[in-house]
């Protein structure tokens, strides 16, 4: 019916206003946005077969669609049936495309409904498959000339303004973009480059900013910067969609990033920027050259870090043997690693007073070449040089295993993309290396098929006495002696970027600092329920992940205005007549008040309800 009102809407003009005519009924602020019908471009926001039919007679609809009128229990229940009858997960990532792209409202209620099904569809594992299979699904994904982000090629950066406006007419009067989530597709996930095809990391990101933080879709803006690939597949692919030419060199990749960044916040000054799946020496360079200039944050970075900090928090107070005498390895040195153990680093230094090199000291990293130390004979990448071992004497470890057995880690912390890294005999050893205290393991490699191991083979090569947490989704696990089931914890970036970025759009920070982003990990292992603790679970489960994301947005926001960041006088103001009462001093703890809480709650998109929600009320 979507593509019935757009064509309508092409020959009908302003002698039917009501079809045209966007209303913002500031009572339902938070609920989906109003039918509108549009030009081809513009994605009409379609009830379907909900449309009541009063409505289809003004719109002269009448004898065009089927005559039942359905609710929108109904409307779930047909998708969802659609959803389960497809043969494989790729099938089911073009079939939730197509509805986002044709029933916004009923896309998402279906994936509020049914989060911990569909999430692993909408973003890791699936779509990884679906980046790699990107030009070859692309038509099949949305309507034809349907606008669903920016594509902006290296020979078109200095046409950024151009663009940005064909994207501004594209779009309803006032959805300007709240938030981007941008890639160059150099490093998705741990697939490698994928090119232009690296345009579904943030259309499924964006999906999550809506799904688990209530970020408004209309006004959410993936991008991809089509810089070309050094991947040979994708060069040779007749059907692939990029241009075709090696990458830039970092000069002028950073000249080209320039233009666009300075077009985009010229264009939206008040935007949020996600930097995504950029090569690890380009994820770096960026972050330290926008960070203090634009709002902005990297998920790889600083999300990776905030999410196992908030494991690694958890799983402290239930191994048994306290901070100070955990001594965790690395297995991959890429930014995720390193930005992952720099904020272990500091939370061991603000919440346990450890000082910093001794802090440090607690940390080794395996890279391909093996232990990484000052005097390995090689030159190290600049950002490795921070956890460079210096106290190794001549001792050079050459794989894992040398690792291990010289390490004697009671944390094993994978960031590596090799499957199966963690092997039965690496399993097995970390067990009898930590008798007195139970094991963590976090292998946090994504997709499914790079990880390093499932959450069945760390159960039962530990004794069921693992602390888990993986990057991808694993199923629960039976304990085949006493039927007593286990969920593996997730350390999923869902948890944090969300919040992160509903934070950043309602308080306006003028940056996202480490203290606000630690701030987020000590909120979110605060969410943990009772029971969650006593299953000794590390994550809250994803079906509460509205909950915690409000409670998570409400620390950030407090932080925020604590350390005077937050722009916002409403939420400053807010937060002054309502401090946390925990709170103390500038120093991130993670707490926040129930004014502020609710205030978010208040402030969260959701779809809607009935159809009375999304229809203007002049028709």
Request: charged share 20%.
């Amino acid at each position: 019916m979507s593509a019935l009102l757009g064509r309508r809407s092409q020959v009908r003009t302003a002698t039917s206003a009501a079809a045209h005519a966007r209303q913002h009924d500031q009572s339902h602020r938070t609920m989906a946005p109003s039918i509108q019908t549009a030009s081809p471009t513009k994605k009409p926001l379609s009830v379907g077969t909900a449309l009541p039919y009063a409505t289809r007679t003004a719109m002269h609809l009448k004898g065009l669609v089927p005559s039942a009128v359905e609710d929108f229990s109904a409307q779930e229940a047909r998708a969802r049936e659609q959803l389960r009858s497809k043969g494989t997960d790729l099938e089911k990532y073009i079939f939730l495309s197509w509805l986002r792209n044709t029933n916004l409202n009923l896309f998402y209620r279906l994936v509020l409904g049914n989060l911990k099904e569909i999430a692993p569809i909408i973003y890791t594992p699936t779509v990884g498959q679906a980046c790699q299979e990107f030009s070859h699904i692309y038509p099949f994904l949305a309507p034809p000339n349907a606008v669903d982000g920016l594509y902006v090629p290296l020979n078109e950066v200095d046409n950024i303004g151009e663009i940005i406006q064909n994207y501004k007419e594209s779009i309803p009067e006032g959805d300007v973009p709240e938030i981007t989530v941008i890639t160059d597709g150099s490093r998705i996930l741990g697939l490698g480059d994928l090119g232009m095809n690296g345009m579904g990391i943030p259309v499924g990101k964006l999906q999550l900013y809506v799904a688990a933080a209530g970020l408004d879709p209309r006004r959410c803006l993936p991008i991809v910067l089509d810089f070309g690939t050094d991947n040979p597949k994708y060069l040779e692919d007749p059907l692939y969609l990029g241009i075709r030419q090696k990458r830039p060199d970092d000069a002028e990749f950073y000249a080209a990033t320039e233009k666009v960044l300075t077009g985009l916040t010229t264009a939206f000054p008040e935007i949020f920027i996600q930097f995504e799946d950029f090569n690890t020496p380009h994820a770096f360079g960026l972050l330290e050259q926008w960070r203090d200039r634009i709002l902005c944050f990297n998920d790889d970075i600083q999300g990776t870090g905030s999410v196992i900090l908030a494991g690694f928090i958890s799983a402290i107070k239930l191994a048994g043997i306290p901070a100070k005498d955990q001594r965790v390895l690395f297995v991959g040195a890429g930014s995720a690693g390193v930005g992952v153990a720099k904020q272990l680093v500091d939370y061991l230094v603000i919440e346990h007073k450890i000082p910093e090199e001794q802090a440090k000291a607690m940390f080794w990293f395996v890279d391909s070449r093996g232990v990484i130390t000052a005097n390995r004979g090689d030159t190290l990448a600049d950002h490795k040089v921070y956890f460079a071992r210096t106290d190794n004497g001549d001792t050079q470890c050459k794989n894992l295993e040398e690792t291990l057995e010289y390490v004697k880690p009671t944390a094993l912390i994978g960031l590596s993309t090799i499957h199966k890294a963690f092997n039965e005999k690496i399993l097995s050893r970390m067990n009898q290396l930590n008798q007195e205290a139970r094991p963590i393991i976090f292998p946090l490699s994504n997709p499914k098929t790079k990880a390093e191991c499932t959450f069945e083979e760390a159960m039962r090569f530990t004794d069921n006495r693992v602390l888990f947490a993986s990057g991808t989704a694993f199923p629960e696990y039976t304990i085949p002696e006493t039927g007593e089931v286990r969920v593996p914890g997730q350390g999923n970036n869902m948890y944090v970027f969300p919040p992160i970025g509903l934070g950043a759009k309602l308080a306006k920070p003028t940056r996202i600092t480490d203290s606000l982003v630690f701030a987020v990990s000590k909120a979110l292992s605060n969410t943990l329920s009772a029971d969650e603790i006593a299953r000794g679970e590390l994550y809250p489960r994803i079906e509460r992940i509205r909950e915690t994301s409000a409670q998570v947005t409400a620390a950030f926001i407090h932080q925020a205005v604590r350390e005077g960041l937050a722009q916002s006088q409403k939420w400053i103001d807010l937060v002054n007549a309502n401090p946390a009462s925990s709170a103390t001093s500038s120093a991130p703890d993670g707490t926040y008040s129930q004014a502020v809480l609710d205030e978010v709650c208040n402030n969260m998109w959701a779809p809607a309800e009935s159809v009375q929600q999304l229809l203007p009320t002049k028709l």
